[in-house]
């Protein structure tokens, strides 16, 4: 079946760095439900970034969040995580418990052949 779009797909495309977690296995990304995404205003160092991930460590893992993979864009302003945990407002309390500047979190499903 083919699915043809009516009217025009509006969208943002950003050029990025991805990183896995250590250790990442295809079955966890398999797994993978929540997306969380927050912006800065003025570009973030990696090492910032780093630091960041180091001290919400703390609070993600109380509410058995796990980070897989972290899409940092290129001007890096914006960073998508994909997470796996029990659901989406799991990863909102972390990230708030964290006081991470997250701007939104959502659940998705994955669909396999």
């Known amino acids: 079946m083919v699915v043809k779009a009516q009217g025009s797909l509006r969208g943002r495309v950003w050029a990025c760095l991805a990183r896995d977690t250590p250790g990442l296995s295809n079955d966890e990304l398999a797994r993978a439900n929540v997306f969380a995404s927050w912006s800065f205003d003025e570009p973030v160092a990696l090492e910032e970034l780093e630091s960041i991930d180091a001290s919400a460590a703390v609070c993600l893992h109380n509410r058995r969040v796990r980070f897989l993979r972290t899409f940092i864009t290129s001007d890096r302003r914006r960073v998508i ?33």
Request: aromatic share 10%; proline share 6%.
């Open 81 to 113: 995580c994909l997470c796996l945990a029990a659901d989406a407002e799991s990863v909102r309390v972390a990230l708030r418990d964290a006081k991470r500047p997250v701007e939104r979190v959502w659940a998705f499903r994955q669909f396999h052949p």
